[in-house]
């Protein structure tokens, strides 16, 4: 292998959260999804920004790179798959839109000529790596396992739905794959469009408002446990991209965007998740017995199930678990990456994620003059986490804007939102006054690693805020805003020795509360991505319900 290898890894295939990443022999330099530079949440379009600002960063030129790589393969093995799907009537047929398509794809050679139009050409190594072997690589080689289970469960690759990998000695060797339509991710999808969300973005709030369903809602004719599922693909995709229609024949009519949310409703997604939940128990399960082991790597956009992860965390089905950061698309562009890896040298560059920090930083510099640019009454703060602390017990809510972006859906204590979890009118006026969403959303907490025993029935690490455990018992009535309906929370544990700025102010909050525990909601309004740059953070807190933003070392109050 080369030495001081220089890799970039891209995702893009016109569907959504195009992203890119750049590495140096195997460590990871910089991730960004589009949409956190564009500012188009779940960005699908050719990821320029971030290929910029991954090259920026690593302080590069096009030319330098040795390999470029594409989580997605070449156009015509999808299009070969789907043509064979719809002579032997797997799939409705949808020749004209499954050809134009493939001849996008194909013309863009997977997204090489936009590179080439945006940054001109290069000597390095195009290479166009399988979706799921994509996935299965940004799972396994960042877990710190030896030896793993790898479960890739998603809407669709070219034509996999769910896959199984076994993992050994930083090698992988393919076990088992379920081909599309058969796939829980259309499944969850489309019921998400029913309940009149948008699908492949709003599966969260089908999440949310599961608990406050109730069962006897039968969704047979859609999904059963079967070998380890079976689902009514060809059904469920309907004659077109929005038609819910044999959902509707079966348990009524769609629900418009936008209007009540009634009881039915809420069972129907209660019903949709548990089903998710099973089948999803049902694929690890068949997955362990099938290789032996019981440490699991989780990726695909399922596995930002929370919930059913920590269903699968507390089955008792297996001893460890690992799921990466950026589960979903955006993060294949990791896993793309290293694939240059596994096909030279036969076997991975194994490390431990710890750190999902890896995005856009300002310097208090960057933000002095900004501010000064915008003529903007500010003050410098010597200890920020202890003022931030300060405020929090105040029962203000602040913008908490520092150090590099987190990559992957979640904010994790660099551009977050924070408010008092002891009060339990806290959720329903962030909801209204800050995040402008429905008032049945959850919020997560962030808590002390340290203290996390005290607070979470099982849970023990969570650093990236994608495991779900139920809150103890007795205290549930002490941390109220982020204990969910039916009594669980999602997690991010926070450590010193990994963000020691952000644990340092939920260390000075309990120093003052004696509850190691702050509400943490990515920075944000509805419908917009988590911000970026300090214009961003200050244009967010100038229309939001916000008390004060906190840049760096300085603070802003209204």
């Known amino acids: 292998m080369k030495e001081k290898m220089l890799t970039l890894g891209i995702n893009y295939q016109g569907l959504h959260d195009s992203s890119a990443c750049i590495m140096r022999d195997g460590k990871i330099l910089f991730a960004t999804a589009e949409e956190r530079v564009s500012r188009i949440k779940h960005d699908s379009r050719f990821p320029v920004n971030a290929i910029k600002a991954c090259l920026d960063y690593a302080k590069v030129q096009p030319d330098e790179l040795d390999y470029i790589c594409f989580g997605w393969p070449r156009a015509e093995q999808a299009y070969f798959y789907e043509t064979k799907s719809f002579l032997t009537g797997k799939l409705k047929s949808d020749w004209f839109g499954s050809t134009l398509s493939f001849t996008r794809n194909w013309f863009q050679k997977g997204g090489m000529n936009q590179f080439k139009n945006a940054f001109g050409s290069t000597s390095a190594t195009v290479i166009q790596v399988d979706h799921h072997l994509a996935h299965a690589i940004s799972a396994y080689a960042f877990s710190g396992f030896k030896e793993a289970t790898i479960v890739i469960i998603d809407g669709s690759g070219a034509w996999e739905t769910t896959s199984i990998w076994y993992g050994h000695d930083g090698k992988l060797d393919p076990v088992l794959t379920i081909p599309w339509p058969n796939s829980l991710g259309l499944f969850y999808a489309e019921f998400t469009h029913y309940l009149g969300f948008q699908k492949y973005s709003d599966e969260w709030k089908v999440m949310g408002l599961a608990p406050y369903g109730q069962p006897g809602i039968d969704l047979s004719n859609f999904i059963r446990i079967d070998s380890p599922y079976w689902v009514d693909g ?32 809420q069972d129907i997604a209660y019903a949709v998740q548990e089903a998710c939940e099973q089948c999803m128990l049902q694929v690890v399960k068949m997955a362990i017995e099938k290789t032996g082991c019981r440490n699991l790597c989780l990726a695909g956009g399922v596995a930002l199930n929370s919930k059913a992860n920590g269903k699968i965390f507390t089955s008792g089905l297996v001893d460890q678990i690992f799921i990466q950061p950026a589960a979903s698309d955006d993060g294949t562009a990791l ?6 890896y596994l096909k030279i040298d036969g076997k991975l560059p ?28 500010y003050t ?28 992957g859906p979640r904010a994790l204590g660099n551009r977050s939102i924070l408010s008092d979890p002891r009060q339990p009118e806290m959720k329903d006026k962030v909801n209204d006054a800050v995040k402008f969403r429905e008032s049945w959303r959850p919020f997560a907490p962030s808590i002390l690693a340290e203290s996390v025993g005290d607070y979470l029935e099982n849970v023990k690490d969570s650093p990236f805020m994608i495991l779900t455990d139920q809150v103890k018992a007795d205290k549930q009535s002490i941390i109220p805003a982020i204990t969910h309906v039916d009594g669980s929370a999602r ?18 909050f309990e120093q003052k509360t004696g509850v190691p525990v702050v509400m943490n909601t990515s920075f944000n309004l509805r419908g917009e991505a988590i911000v970026c740059t300090p214009a961003e953070a200050i244009r967010t807190f100038m229309t939001s319900g916000m008390d004060a933003l906190f840049l760096g070392s300085y603070i802003l109050e209204k």
Do not use: C
Request: proline letters at 4%; charged letters at 30%.
């Open 234 to 265: 060809k059904g469920l995709l309907g004659d077109r991209y929005d038609d819910v229609s044999a959902i509707s024949r079966v348990l009524g009519d769609k629900r418009e965007p936008e209007s009540k949310i009634e009881q039915r409703h």
């Open 335 to 340: 896993g793309a990456a290293l694939f240059p």
């Open 350 to 377: 194994m490390t431990t994620m710890r750190n999902a920090y890896l995005g856009h930083e300002f310097s208090d510099r960057h933000i002095e003059q900004l501010l000064k640019t915008y003529k903007l009454r």
């Open 380 to 407: 410098h703060l010597d200890n920020p986490a202890e003022t931030a602390a300060e405020m929090l017990v105040e029962s203000k809510i602040i913008g908490w804007f520092q150090g590099r972006m987190e990559f």
């Open 491 to 508: 997690p991010q544990t926070v450590e010193k020795e990994i963000n020691p700025l952000y644990w340092q102010l939920i260390k000075a």
